[in-house]
């Protein structure tokens, strides 16, 4: 990376007055399992007041699991909130007090049987900024094991084996759309290019 693209996007991230809206009212309007609903009431740098609905949620980690052959373990399952089939990194939510390299492991090896010898970070992924603190760190699994899949109950899911290059050139012809694999799959090109 240039140093001037890197001195102009911390640049970028500095706090800056003009842009900050500050949280004076939060009105909790649902709370589910894995997420909650709330409704902010934020008093913006102009003086006026906005509202902003916010989805909270506990974050998650996914995995890139990438074998000798360069070959990268997807999963294949139905997601209702899409109305279709998806193919996606394994990936799950955190457990409470988990930390995202042990939730890694444990999705890697409860969808796919898959142990891995090696987990990297790779990427931070915020899938939608805009209305919700969720994100998913994304590690790169090598030195694969295979062992037993156990899917959580009601998990309907199957593993597939595809070259990364394959997989990203199926991102980039938008048949795989998931925010965490995107960003998991085009990383692990990046780095493993690097190698």
């Not at 902010?40 to 699991?65: M, N, P, T, Y």
């Not at 987990?119 to 090598?142: K, P, Y």
């Not at 597939?160 to 090109?189: E, F």
Request: net charge negative.
């Amino acid at each position: 990376m240039r140093e001037e693209s890197l001195t102009a996007i911390r640049a970028a991230l500095e706090p800056d007055q003009r842009f900050y809206e500050d949280v004076v009212a939060d009105d909790l309007t649902w709370q589910g399992n894995i997420f909650s609903a709330h409704l902010l009431d934020v008093a913006l740098s102009d003086g006026s007041l906005g509202k902003r609905e916010i989805v909270r949620h506990c974050g998650g980690a996914g995995v890139v699991a990438v074998d000798d052959e360069g070959r990268v373990c997807l999963v294949r399952q139905y997601r209702v909130a899409a109305g279709r089939m998806t193919v996606e990194i394994p990936a799950g939510k955190l457990d409470a007090s988990e930390g995202a390299e042990i939730c890694a492991a444990r999705e890697l090896a409860e969808e796919t049987g898959l142990h891995a010898g090696r987990l990297e970070h790779l990427v931070s992924d915020c899938g939608s900024i805009g209305f919700t603190d969720e994100h998913t760190e994304v590690f790169l699994a090598r030195d694969l094991v295979a062992g037993e899949a156990n899917p959580d109950e009601g998990e309907f899911i199957s593993a597939l084996w595809i070259p990364l290059d394959d997989a990203v050139d199926c991102v980039l012809a938008g048949l795989i759309k998931d925010g965490k694999t995107v960003a998991g799959l085009l990383a692990a090109k990046v780095v493993l290019d690097r190698c």
